[in-house]
């Protein structure tokens, strides 16, 4: 069973940054796409960014050129850098990992506070 554990949330003022990182256990991590999704008190899940194995990004229009992706195979691990932080950022993001016909995992979650 692959587990994944999300870090590096936490409490920032607007206009601060963080970096979440999400570790994933095995060896798997190499051959599947990585995505972050955030839910708002209140609100559905909502996809936030995504990167492929190779290495292709996406993002939500909410948090282009604000946020980067990135992932480390070696380190079987995968990063979401957030600046420039807004109030509506606040969410508990999750780290998810998918392969289409090999099958999906998330993370717990780790909570993001914005505000001053």
């Known amino acids: 069973q692959v587990q994944l554990v999300e870090s590096g949330g936490g409490l920032v003022q607007p206009g601060g940054s963080l970096r979440l990182s999400c570790a994933a256990s095995?060896?798997?991590?190499?051959?599947?796409?990585m995505g972050w999704y955030r839910q708002a008190p209140g609100k559905q899940r909502e996809l936030v960014a995504t990167?492929?194995?190779?290495?292709?990004?996406n993002y939500a229009d909410s948090v282009k050129d604000r946020f980067t992706i990135s992932r480390d195979n070696a380190k079987n691990t995968g990063y979401l850098q957030m600046n420039s932080l807004k109030p509506e950022d606040t969410a508990v993001y999750f780290c998810?990992?998918?392969?289409?016909?090999?099958?999906?995992?998330w993370g717990k979650g780790t909570l993001v506070t914005v505000s001053s």
């Open positions: 998810n990992i998918i392969r289409v016909g090999l099958g999906e995992y």
């Open positions: 095995g060896s798997i991590f190499r051959w599947y796409s």
């Open positions: 990167i492929t194995p190779s290495g292709s990004t």
